[in-house]
């Protein structure tokens, strides 16, 4: 297996945060623009390569990272807790439900764990890695160019930047 290397941190944890923070936030009616989407996504990256790379707690990233991005949102954006941590909720939902669609359509049509298939190739882990993420940038493409949305979290406060 290929460890969780610095590469591998930029080329699909720090993409997986800029849209992560797009959908998240626009499902609720909130913008984020892309120098600020950045940074929180930098820290973000930054938490993840830490914990998997240099203290092992593989899972658990997944969790502290959320709590990163929920406070990392809230001071960027201005906004209450409330509405950060539910852009976050529904983020990580849709992120786990999609994973789980494809590691289970995987499974079911080549009968083979994804996990044998990514191992020891870079190409494999990142062909699977951006694959996870393909409804994420849907519902990015539906948020940028329909305005789609979820909730109105925002109250209004987003005309300003539209």
Do not use: C
Not at 71 to 98: C, D, E, G, Q, S
Request: net charge positive; glycine share 6%; no cysteine.
């Amino acid at each position: 297996m290929i460890p969780f290397s610095f590469l591998k941190t930029i080329l699909v944890v720090l993409p997986e945060q800029i849209l992560m923070l797009y959908v998240g936030l626009g499902l609720i009616d909130i913008r984020i623009n892309f120098n600020n989407a950045l940074k929180v996504a930098t820290g973000g990256a930054i938490v993840v390569w830490a914990l998997r790379s240099g203290l092992n707690l593989y899972g658990l990233h997944a969790l502290v990272t959320m709590v990163y991005l929920i406070i990392a949102v809230k001071f960027i954006k201005r906004i209450t807790f409330f509405v950060a941590t539910t852009a976050m909720l529904i983020t990580y939902i849709l992120l786990f439900f999609n994973e789980y669609l494809l590691f289970l359509g995987w499974r079911l049509t080549f009968e083979q764990a994804i996990v044998d298939f990514i191992s020891d190739s870079l190409v494999n882990f990142l062909l699977i890695a951006y694959l996870s993420k393909v409804l994420f940038l849907v519902l990015g493409l539906l948020i940028y160019y329909y305005d789609f949305k979820l909730i109105d979290l925002a109250g209004g406060q987003n005309e300003s930047t539209r």
